[in-house]
């Protein structure tokens, strides 16, 4: 590399969207769905020296869980995050900048807002776009950016946030939280060797063998004990209700039961549970009075339950300070959907919140400069999935390996889209097969963010190779 300054220039983008359904529905909010949609995104960038490399990013649209709405239909938020998509990928080619790939991202988030209101108008859409709808369309092509920037230089992009790539001080992009803290407190060169797996037991998923009405039949477990045994687990993520308190405490309860019988039989003595209200807690004192329940109705599962996460409403504006700040005495509380800015994790903080869900789909750029600012505020950390396959859960796994703190990590796509993961499965086998409940991330070296090899195009031969990439812009005189 020598004395070349550091930097690239975007010259190409493509996109294009799978569709998936699930093997069985999941319920968020209160509403069930069963297919998802994912946005894939290559892009071609120029060095200063003048090689170029393609990037490449890859993450599912979540628009039930980023766009929720009481006036809109699933194929409507869809339609609307593909817009969304549809207009990012002509906004990032348009960058005429060279620099990192976080600058080239935080460039063109500064358009996010009147492109979100451009949608809306095109789309007739009746309610404000959230400003999570738009960081999740987004994020593959902030992905493919800090892809594209390790492969530039053949090296994980977990190398460039630090010296010569990457100035040590955040205060450019965090203002003065920021000064003299460096991303490399936060994130580390190297990954962590591997992780627990938690996995998620929907609403709707069945926990023994009584709740299989209809069983699926493809081979994969398909109730909760089953699970256990197949993937060997010790990580478990229970979701709730939030607004039925007795159904709350019996479902742990009966999670309980089921798992301590397969667990015994396993020689296991230690496990973990997470607790996902999806918002829905009335108010901190649903929660305060939920965990004295547990804690008195089985006190071994209310020692296991590691973290609890976003229990009340994502708007933090409606929030008193310090209204969960009780709850959050009794187990971490993680903010999760109501994270999108470094500005929304010190409200969080003021309302009680003492730890921070990172999440690939909100943006690797994002998730860096939060995980730095969560460090430095002694927050407890977790990183979650938006049930991620293939390429987008290679990237979840590489930010949960190299952010420091990061005890577990959340991918479930084994469990509703496994056929999505195929054909990456050859790649990172350690992470798409479970056995011991980890998952192996220690191969997640680069170059870039480690899902397709370093001179990957979009042209030739690999998972997503010859993809019908139906959308294109560029800058460059040959197109």
């Known amino acids: 590399m020598g004395s070349e300054p550091i930097g690239i220039t975007i010259h190409e983008v493509r996109w294009g969207y799978e569709h998936f359904a699930y093997r069985t529905p999941i319920k968020f909010g209160g509403q069930a769905f069963d297919r998802v949609t994912v946005l894939n995104v290559c892009c071609r960038v120029r060095s200063r020296s003048g090689s170029e490399v393609w990037g490449f990013g890859s993450m599912p649209l979540g628009n039930v869980w980023a766009f929720p709405s009481r006036r809109l239909t699933y ?36 358009h996010f807002d009147s492109l979100a209101k451009e949608v809306g108008s095109e789309l007739n859409v009746p309610e404000p776009i959230p400003r999570l709808a738009v960081l999740v369309a987004a994020s593959p092509f902030d992905a493919a950016l800090h892809d594209a920037l390790g492969k530039a230089y053949c090296v994980s992009s977990y190398a460039t946030y630090e010296p010569p790539y990457f100035a040590q001080d955040l205060s450019r992009y965090l203002g003065a939280r920021g000064s003299g803290l460096a991303l ?45 045994e197949y993937n060997g687990l010790t990580h478990l993520k229970i979701k709730l209700n939030g607004d039925d308190l007795q159904w709350d405490l019996e479902r742990v309860l009966r999670v309980e039961h089921v798992t301590a019988a397969v667990q015994r039989r396993r020689g296991i ?169 980890l998952v192996r991330t220690g191969r997640l070296t680069g170059p870039g963010l480690s899902a397709l090899p370093g001179h990957w195009s979009p042209d030739e031969d690999s998972p997503v190779g010859r993809f019908p990439w139906h959308h294109m812009a560029s800058r460059s005189p040959a197109l």
């Open 75 to 110: 194929d409507r938020t869809l339609t609307v995050m593909q817009r969304l998509a549809d207009k990012l990928g002509p906004l990032f080619a348009d960058s005429t900048t060279c620099g990192h790939a976080i600058d080239l991202y935080l460039e063109a988030e500064r």
């Open 184 to 228: 490399t407190t936060a994130v580390a060169r190297e990954p962590v060797a591997q992780l627990p797996l938690y996995h998620l037991i929907g609403a709707l998923d069945p926990v023994e063998p009584a709740d299989v009405s209809t069983p699926v039949g493809d081979g994969l477990p398909e109730h909760l004990a089953q699970w256990i």
């Open 269 to 437: 003595a230690q496990w973990w549970y997470s607790l996902d209200f999806n918002e829905r807690c009335p108010h901190g004192d649903y929660l305060v009075d939920f965990l004295g329940r547990l804690r008195s109705r089985c006190p071994s599962a209310f020692e296991r339950v590691q973290y609890i996460e976003q229990p009340t409403t994502r708007n933090l504006d409606t929030q008193e300070p310090g209204s969960l700040a009780s709850a959050a005495r009794y187990k971490p509380l993680v903010v999760d959907e109501a994270l999108t800015d470094a500005a929304s994790l010190q409200r969080a903080v003021a309302v009680g919140y003492t730890g921070a869900a990172l999440k690939a789909c909100k943006g690797q750029t994002h998730s860096l400069l939060l995980a730095a600012l969560a460090r430095q505020m002694g927050l407890f950390l977790c990183v979650q999935d938006l049930t991620c396959p293939g390429a987008s859960l290679i990237h979840s796994a590489g930010l949960a390996a190299h952010v420091r703190g990061v005890a577990s990590l959340e991918a479930n796509a084994r469990q509703y889209i496994p056929q999505a993961n195929r054909p990456w499965e050859p790649l990172f086998p350690g992470l798409f097969t479970i056995h011991d409940g």
